[in-house]
Nanobody, 119 residues
Framework: QVQLVESGGGSVHSGGTLTLSCKAS????????MAWFRQAPGKERERVAQ???????TYSVPVEGRFAVSQDSTKTTLNLQMNSLKVEDTGVYYC?????????????WGQGTQVTVSS
Protein backbone atom coordinates (compact mmCIF):
# COMPACT_ATOMS: atom_id res chain seq x y z
CA GLN A 1 0.00 0.00 0.00
CA VAL A 2 1.33 3.42 -0.98
CA GLN A 3 2.20 5.54 2.03
CA LEU A 4 2.59 9.29 2.32
CA VAL A 5 4.04 11.04 5.34
CA GLU A 6 3.85 14.83 5.57
CA SER A 7 5.89 17.09 7.80
CA GLY A 8 6.72 20.74 8.26
CA GLY A 9 3.44 22.31 9.24
CA GLY A 10 3.20 24.85 12.02
CA SER A 11 2.29 28.38 12.93
CA VAL A 12 3.71 31.52 11.38
CA HIS A 13 2.86 35.19 11.15
CA SER A 14 1.56 36.74 7.98
CA GLY A 15 4.39 37.29 5.51
CA GLY A 16 6.36 34.38 6.87
CA THR A 17 7.63 31.21 5.23
CA LEU A 18 7.02 27.51 5.80
CA THR A 19 8.18 24.46 3.91
CA LEU A 20 6.18 21.25 3.86
CA SER A 21 7.60 17.88 2.89
CA CYS A 22 5.89 14.71 1.78
CA LYS A 23 7.71 11.40 1.60
CA ALA A 24 6.09 8.71 -0.53
CA SER A 25 6.91 5.05 -0.15
CA UNK A 26 5.79 1.75 -1.59
CA UNK A 27 5.19 3.36 -4.96
CA UNK A 28 4.74 0.82 -7.74
CA UNK A 29 4.71 3.01 -10.84
CA UNK A 30 7.64 4.36 -12.79
CA UNK A 31 5.81 7.63 -13.45
CA UNK A 32 3.19 9.37 -11.34
CA UNK A 33 1.90 12.72 -10.24
CA MET A 34 2.18 14.28 -6.81
CA ALA A 35 0.27 17.24 -5.47
CA TRP A 36 -0.56 19.35 -2.44
CA PHE A 37 -4.13 20.09 -1.44
CA ARG A 38 -5.38 22.21 1.41
CA GLN A 39 -8.63 22.52 3.28
CA ALA A 40 -9.53 25.62 5.22
CA PRO A 41 -12.15 25.47 7.97
CA GLY A 42 -15.61 25.35 6.45
CA LYS A 43 -14.30 25.19 2.89
CA GLU A 44 -13.84 22.50 0.30
CA ARG A 45 -10.50 20.86 -0.26
CA GLU A 46 -8.57 22.53 -3.08
CA ARG A 47 -5.42 21.65 -4.95
CA VAL A 48 -2.71 24.28 -4.62
CA ALA A 49 0.25 22.75 -6.46
CA GLN A 50 1.08 19.72 -8.56
CA UNK A 51 3.94 18.00 -10.32
CA UNK A 52 2.51 15.81 -13.06
CA UNK A 53 4.05 12.62 -14.40
CA UNK A 54 6.02 14.57 -17.01
CA UNK A 55 7.46 16.90 -14.37
CA UNK A 56 5.27 19.91 -15.16
CA UNK A 57 4.60 22.16 -12.17
CA THR A 58 1.23 23.88 -11.87
CA TYR A 59 -0.24 26.12 -9.19
CA SER A 60 -3.62 27.44 -8.23
CA VAL A 61 -4.22 31.14 -8.76
CA PRO A 62 -4.24 32.08 -5.05
CA VAL A 63 -0.73 30.71 -4.49
CA GLU A 64 1.00 31.24 -7.83
CA GLY A 65 4.12 33.32 -7.38
CA ARG A 66 4.26 32.61 -3.65
CA PHE A 67 4.43 28.81 -3.42
CA ALA A 68 6.91 26.50 -5.13
CA VAL A 69 7.00 22.72 -5.37
CA SER A 70 10.10 20.66 -5.80
CA GLN A 71 11.05 17.01 -5.75
CA ASP A 72 14.20 15.27 -4.59
CA SER A 73 16.36 13.31 -7.01
CA THR A 74 14.39 10.13 -6.38
CA LYS A 75 11.12 11.97 -7.03
CA THR A 76 9.62 10.36 -3.94
CA THR A 77 9.70 13.49 -1.79
CA LEU A 78 7.55 16.46 -2.69
CA ASN A 79 8.34 19.75 -1.00
CA LEU A 80 6.13 22.82 -0.88
CA GLN A 81 7.86 26.08 -0.07
CA MET A 82 5.31 28.65 0.97
CA ASN A 83 6.46 32.26 0.94
CA SER A 84 4.63 35.49 1.79
CA LEU A 85 2.04 33.52 3.70
CA LYS A 86 -1.37 35.05 4.23
CA VAL A 87 -4.01 34.40 6.85
CA GLU A 88 -6.15 32.80 4.16
CA ASP A 89 -3.46 30.16 3.60
CA THR A 90 -4.43 28.64 6.93
CA GLY A 91 -5.68 25.08 6.71
CA VAL A 92 -4.77 21.43 6.72
CA TYR A 93 -2.40 20.58 3.89
CA TYR A 94 -2.52 17.14 2.30
CA CYS A 95 -0.10 15.40 -0.02
CA UNK A 96 -1.46 13.10 -2.73
CA UNK A 97 0.02 10.73 -5.25
CA UNK A 98 -1.47 8.68 -8.05
CA UNK A 99 -0.56 7.18 -11.38
CA UNK A 100 -2.45 9.46 -13.76
CA UNK A 101 -4.47 12.12 -12.02
CA UNK A 102 -3.80 14.00 -8.80
CA UNK A 103 -7.20 15.56 -8.57
CA UNK A 104 -9.71 15.36 -5.75
CA UNK A 105 -10.31 11.68 -6.58
CA UNK A 106 -6.65 10.69 -6.20
CA UNK A 107 -6.36 7.37 -4.45
CA UNK A 108 -3.55 8.02 -2.02
CA TRP A 109 -3.55 10.80 0.56
CA GLY A 110 -1.35 11.69 3.47
CA GLN A 111 -2.69 12.32 6.94
CA GLY A 112 -2.48 16.10 6.61
CA THR A 113 -0.42 18.73 8.37
CA GLN A 114 -1.79 21.92 9.91
CA VAL A 115 -0.62 25.31 8.71
CA THR A 116 -1.76 28.32 10.70
CA VAL A 117 -1.01 31.87 9.59
CA SER A 118 -1.83 34.65 12.01
CA SER A 119 -1.99 38.37 11.38
Amino acid sequence: QVQLVESGGGSVHSGGTLTLSCKASRLYWSAYCMAWFRQAPGKERERVAQVDSSGLHTYSVPVEGRFAVSQDSTKTTLNLQMNSLKVEDTGVYYCVVDRWSCGINARYWGQGTQVTVSS
